[in-house]
T-cell receptor, first 115, second 115 residues
């Protein structure tokens, strides 16, 4: 089955710097890659997603890139702020026609932005 | 109420107790999910319901019993749990269409402690 690996497990950056989190997946049929942010005491919140028909997507300070050949995708946060501090999860979907979407999650990255 | 809500937010129970977790989605979605989140582990998919029909049971022990009376409500009935079942239980919902994969929206979770 699908396996998603996420690195690093912890990341500490200075406010204003960029942060990059990387994930690899094993199933070449995966076609949907969301990123979630989870703050303390809350459930995961979708921050950005990408589908396999595009290589890059950007939303203000957040961007995601996808390399289907290498089977990896990355989250880029620029101009980090203290409120970006949280746990970030990547996921890959092996959803297929007629069946329900099944997300496989990475183990998470604890991002700490130092003021 | 908007989004996905879960009650209770915190639950402490003994191994012989019976309790239920409740999830309600206000997004008009047709699919609902139960996940287990343990420390230092990826989110684990437990159950999936699509149009009130269970489409996935990810080898979950029978001491966890899901119920989906309609597309807006999802329950997880708990009985004779073990201390290792202590975790954050997350509910999610999505709008599923044949051939497409869509975003899952998570609730805030129920923090369960089994004594």
């Amino acid at each position: 089955g699908e396996n998603v690996e996420q690195h690093p497990s912890t990341l500490s950056v200075q406010e204003g710097d960029s942060a990059v989190i990387k994930c690899t997946y094993s199933d070449s049929a995966s076609n949907y890659f969301p990123w979630y942010k989870q703050e303390l005491g809350k459930g995961p919140q979708l921050i950005i997603d990408i589908r396999s028909n595009v290589g890059e997507k950007k939303d203000q300070r957040i961007a995601v890139t996808l390399n289907k050949t290498a089977k990896h995708f990355s989250l880029h946060i620029t101009e980090t702020q203290p409120e970006d501090s949280a746990v970030y999860f990547c996921a890959a979907s092996i959803g297929y026609g007629g069946a329900t979407n099944k997300l496989i999650f990475g183990t998470g990255t604890l991002l700490a932005v130092q003021p | 109420e908007t989004g996905v809500t879960q009650t209770p937010r915190h639950l402490v129970m003994g191994m012989t107790n019976k309790k239920s977790l409740k999830c309600e989605q206000h997004l008009g979605h047709n699919a609902m999910y139960w996940y287990k989140q343990s420390a230092k582990k990826p989110l684990e998919l437990m159950f999936v319901y699509n149009f009130k029909e269970q489409t996935e049971n990810n080898s979950v022990p029978s001491r966890f019993s899901p119920e989906c009376p309609n597309s807006s409500h999802l329950f997880l009935h708990l009985h004779t749990l073990q201390p290792e079942d202590s975790a954050l239980y997350l509910c999610a919902s999505s709008q599923e269409n044949r051939g497409s994969t869509d975003t899952q929206y998570f609730g805030p979770g129920t923090r369960l402690t089994v004594l």
